[in-house]
């Protein structure tokens, strides 16, 4: 058996809102799932004849009708009036169905997969955002499944569409991260592994999503589009956040400032980026970022060298402008996949998000990046510094992992 137990890096922090989600979950299944399971319906009750007459054609290749029955339970009732059903969609039914689930198992499972990756998540994205980035990953994942599923009158529910969009998330904004593997085979074999998150993840969406989803044929009782949809809605945000923070304003220049130099052109941006140039060269960093910010992304590529951008992005971040700073990074790593200067680009990159951001996680992309560049003893021995740093706040040990990646 192969259990999943945690990620690594993953430092020590309180991640409320997973623990909120984790908490109206196994609250709902406490307090209405497990005492309704047991409470077996009244006979005459009309919605039984409702939910026979709909649910059983659909359920029929898997489930006689005489077993539907005997194992009715009012859960299943309260499912089939709150679940989300394709054939007769319902807003709330699509908020509820994503916090119901089918059993423990179901409930177990998906909520180690939020407790591992959700954490992560949360930090680089900020509570409020991490909310609606779940619920809104849930919300997509349900449409995909009522796509695919059009005309279904089965109920869905889990957590699964939206955890599914938080692997997206995690797919996209750690590269480099890593998953504790538990591997039981008692007697003879226990021992944890770090293996490649996205890898595991890649797994998870082709392994036990993709190809069931193309192989099954009528009502495999889960719903694998809900999963793939979610998954996908979750990279695709998270690609345009990642975007987003590479072209955007940072938060010290985002409040419109008149610019000391006149404004830079897109059809002659020579002249002008020689003043910027100028400006930097002779220490008027403060001008030379008040325009460099003020110009559309597309005009600043290639706009600073990789000496300027470093200079400038040193001077902001000395100066308490460590979004600023970064933003300059981002765009010289962006400007210069192959050029000079790029471990040390990733290396303050990863301080800055280390030292002056509070985002470990984040910096360790960065620095593991910077190693991989093959640096000078140095930089390297600054990399290899902030890496331990991150893996000193670790908050779950377990075991003496074997790592199949390692610096």
């Given at each position: 058996?192969?259990?999943?137990?945690?990620?690594a890096?993953?430092?020590r922090?309180?991640?409320?809102v997973?623990?909120?989600?984790?908490?109206?979950?196994?609250?709902?299944y406490?307090?209405?799932?497990?005492?309704?399971s047991?409470?077996?319906?009244?006979?005459?009750?009309?919605?039984?004849?409702?939910?026979?007459?709909?649910?059983?054609?659909?359920?029929?290749?898997?489930?006689?009708?005489?077993?539907?029955?005997?194992?009715?339970?009012?859960?299943d009732?309260?499912?089939?009036?709150?679940?989300?059903?394709?054939?007769e969609p319902?807003i709330?039914?699509?908020?509820v169905?994503?916090?119901?689930?089918?059993?423990?198992?179901?409930?177990?499972?998906?909520?180690?997969?939020?407790w591992?990756?959700?954490?992560?998540?949360?930090?680089?994205?900020?509570?409020?955002r991490?909310?609606?980035?779940?619920?809104?990953?849930?919300?997509?994942?349900?449409?995909?499944?009522?796509?695919?599923?059009?005309?279904?009158?089965?109920?869905?529910?889990?957590?699964?569409?939206?955890?599914?969009?938080?692997?997206?998330?995690?797919?996209?904004?750690?590269?480099?991260?890593?998953?504790?593997?538990?591997?039981?085979?008692?007697?003879?074999?226990?021992?944890?592994?770090?293996?490649?998150?996205?890898?595991?993840?890649?797994?998870?969406?082709?392994?036990?999503?993709?190809?069931?989803?193309?192989?099954?044929?009528?009502?495999?009782?889960?719903?694998?589009?809900?999963?793939?949809?979610?998954f996908?809605?979750?990279?695709?945000?998270?690609?345009?956040?990642?975007?987003?923070?590479?072209?955007?304003?940072?938060?010290?220049?985002?409040?419109?400032?008149?610019?000391?130099?006149?404004?830079?052109?897109?059809?002659?941006?020579?002249?002008?980026?020689?003043?910027?140039?100028?400006?930097i060269?002779?220490?008027?960093?403060?001008?030379?970022?008040?325009?460099?910010?003020?110009?559309?992304p597309?005009?600043?590529?290639?706009?600073?060298?990789?000496?300027?951008?470093?200079?400038?992005?040193?001077?902001?971040?000395?100066?308490?402008?460590?979004e600023?700073?970064?933003?300059?990074?981002?765009?010289?790593?962006?400007?210069y996949?192959?050029?000079?200067?790029?471990?040390?680009?990733?290396v303050?990159?990863?301080?800055?998000?280390?030292?002056?951001?509070?985002?470990?996680?984040?910096?360790?992309?960065?620095?593991?990046?910077?190693?991989?560049?093959?640096?000078?003893?140095?930089l390297?021995?600054?990399?290899?510094?902030?890496?331990a740093?991150?893996?000193s706040?670790?908050?779950?040990?377990?075991?003496?992992?074997?790592?199949?990646?390692?610096?």
């Amino acid at each position: 058996m192969i259990l999943p137990i945690g990620d690594a890096p993953n430092p020590r922090g309180v991640p409320y809102v997973t623990y909120l989600l984790i908490a109206a979950n196994v609250a709902l299944y406490a307090l209405v799932a497990l005492p309704l399971s047991y409470d077996r319906p009244d006979l005459n009750d009309p919605a039984i004849a409702e939910y026979v007459r709909t649910v059983a054609p659909a359920v029929a290749h898997r489930m006689p009708l005489a077993s539907l029955l005997q194992g009715l339970s009012q859960y299943d009732l309260f499912v089939f009036a709150h679940g989300f059903r394709p054939a007769e969609p319902a807003i709330s039914d699509l908020f509820v169905s994503l916090f119901l689930h089918a059993g423990l198992l179901h409930l177990v499972g998906n909520m180690l997969f939020l407790w591992i990756y959700g954490d992560n998540v949360e930090q680089r994205l900020g509570g409020v955002r991490y909310l609606f980035a779940y619920l809104g990953a849930g919300i997509a994942a349900t449409a995909v499944h009522a796509l695919v599923a059009a005309g279904s009158q089965l109920p869905t529910i889990g957590a699964s569409g939206a955890i599914s969009g938080v692997l997206g998330f995690y797919f996209i904004f750690f590269p480099r991260n890593q998953v504790r593997l538990l591997w039981l085979f008692p007697p003879f074999f226990m021992n944890v592994f770090l293996v490649p998150a996205r890898l595991v993840l890649a797994l998870y969406v082709i392994a036990d999503n993709f190809l069931p989803f193309l192989l099954a044929s009528g009502d495999a009782g889960i719903a694998y589009g809900a999963h793939i949809g979610g998954f996908f809605a979750g990279l695709a945000a998270a690609w345009l956040i990642d975007r987003r923070t590479v072209t955007g304003a940072p938060g010290e220049y985002r409040r419109p400032q008149v610019s000391p130099l006149k404004k830079i052109s897109r059809e002659s941006p020579m002249s002008e980026t020689s003043e910027i140039t100028d400006r930097i060269t002779s220490g008027q960093f403060d001008e030379a970022a008040l325009e460099y910010f003020s110009l559309p992304p597309a005009v600043t590529h290639r706009l600073l060298s990789p000496e300027d951008a470093m200079e400038l992005a040193g001077w902001l971040r000395r100066n308490g402008r460590p979004e600023a700073s970064l933003t300059v990074l981002r765009r010289h790593l962006r400007d210069y996949p192959r050029g000079p200067r790029r471990a040390e680009a990733h290396v303050a990159a990863g301080l800055v998000l280390l030292e002056d951001l509070r985002e470990p996680t984040a910096a360790y992309q960065h620095l593991l990046d910077a190693l991989d560049l093959d640096p000078d003893p140095e930089l390297a021995a600054i990399a290899r510094k902030g890496i331990a740093a991150i893996e000193s706040l670790q908050k779950l040990r377990v075991g003496r992992p074997r790592s199949f990646q390692q610096h």
